[in-house]
């Protein structure tokens, strides 16, 4: 896990300090309200190797058994732009993103389609597609 002060802008990109932002997410304090707010939730949580958190928000029917984000080469996460949040009644949302990572020095993109459900008041990654 890597540490960051509370006061420190959160790694979603928000704007707003990690401490009102991601951080009650990822401490298990509130649940997402909206499945935008998981995606930048989950977005901190690689950019912070929160393991725990991103497998606990995964949907159990899609859920990898680990993630490996402490193997090398890790990625550092520099930056996330949410395209689209489209919810789809009560229980279901897509969120379109585009994610920026260095991976040695290499700049990546990740654009993705991500589907979410919403099971017990709680939303879950589902999975996504890849834009070419
Ligand atoms: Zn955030």
Redesign the pocket.
């Known amino acids: 896990m890597i540490q960051r002060t509370r006061q420190q802008p959160?790694?979603?990109g928000?704007g707003?300090p990690?401490s009102a932002?991601?951080a009650p997410l990822l401490d298990g304090d509130v649940a997402a309200p909206t499945a935008e707010a998981l995606m930048?939730?989950r977005y901190?949580a690689y950019a912070l190797a929160r393991e725990d958190y991103l497998l606990a928000t995964w949907h159990a029917s899609t859920r990898p058994v680990s993630l490996a984000l402490h193997e090398p080469p890790r990625p550092r996460w520099i930056g996330l732009d949410i395209r689209r949040h489209e919810p789809q009644g009560d229980a279901r949302a897509v969120v379109e993103f585009v994610a920026r990572f260095r991976v040695d020095g290499r700049a990546h993109v990740l654009h993705e389609t991500s589907r979410f459900v919403r099971e017990g008041g709680r939303w879950y990654y589902v999975d996504g597609n890849f834009a070419p």
Request: proline letters at 9%.
């Open positions: 959160c790694p979603c928000s707003r990690f932002c991601c930048r939730s901190s």
